[in-house]
């Protein structure tokens, strides 16, 4: 069965380095996503992107993050410069249509800035 | 932000019994609405949807109701095994933000043996 993968599983990082937290999206889906999940809270989205250009962003996603599609597979979130509030779990989704947004998750990579 | 919201955080039923999960949203312009399951140190995983065009959703084990009027959707589990053990996350979309889901806060059921 298809599936969303990101790479690493797990980050450390010193405060104010950049990050760059990677995904491979489902390979005929067309819109992507990122969500985060700080413990013990919900998940919250930060970032939808479709046809090489964002659809949609939250307010979390400030001009310290960005998004990228470098080549046909992958699809990237970096962080420029962390913060200690950005320690959180990162999803990365991808869906089919946004009129059935039935959006499929990967695993997550675990971000800890120290 | 409270436009989805699960107000139990905790759920326990006995195998075999039906769990009930409910959500409340506030924003009318939600047309389209998910349950979640999700595991630790897991992403969530979909389990079921519900346009509002439909009052009512099954797969299986597991049925989606939703009540426009009430603002109220509902997912049940029958029955209930112990591997539903998990928290379950309601979300909402609306067709023109490009797929953006809005997440409740999430209820983990326990399903006992």
């Known amino acids: 069965e298809p599936e969303v993968t990101q790479t690493p599983s797990h980050q450390v990082t010193q405060m104010g380095q950049e990050v760059i937290l990677r995904c491979v999206p489902i390979?005929?889906?067309?819109?992507f996503y990122w969500y985060r999940q700080i413990l013990g809270q919900k998940v919250e989205f930060l970032v939808s992107?479709?046809?090489?250009?964002?659809?949609?962003k939250s307010e979390i996603f400030d001009d310290q993050f960005s998004v990228e599609r470098p080549d046909g597979s992958n699809f990237t979130l970096k962080i420029r410069s962390t913060k200690l509030e950005d320690s959180a779990m990162y999803f990365c989704?991808?869906?089919?249509?946004?009129?059935?947004?039935?959006?499929?998750f990967g695993q997550g990579t675990r971000l800890t800035v120290v | 932000d409270q436009q989805v919201k699960q107000n139990s955080p905790s759920l326990s039923v006995q195998e075999g019994r039906i769990s009930i999960l409910n959500c409340d949203y506030t924003?009318?312009?939600?047309?389209?609405f998910l349950w979640y399951k999700k595991y630790p140190a897991e992403g969530p995983t979909f389990l079921i949807s519900?346009?509002?065009?439909?009052d009512k959703n099954e797969d299986g084990r597991f049925t989606v109701f939703l009540n426009k009027s009430a603002k109220h959707l509902s997912l049940h589990i029958v029955p209930s095994q112990p591997g539903d053990s998990a928290v379950y996350f309601c979300?909402?979309?609306?067709?023109?933000?490009?797929?953006?889901?809005?997440f409740g806060q999430g209820t983990e059921l326990s399903v006992k043996p």
């Open positions: 989704a991808s869906s089919e249509l946004d009129l059935a947004p039935e959006a499929f």
């Open positions: 390979s005929n889906h067309l819109y």
């Open positions: 992107f479709y046809n090489n250009e964002i659809s949609e």
């Open positions: 924003n009318s312009m939600f047309d389209y």
């Open positions: 519900i346009s509002s065009i439909k």
């Open positions: 979300a909402a979309s609306a067709n023109n933000q490009g797929g953006k889901l809005i």
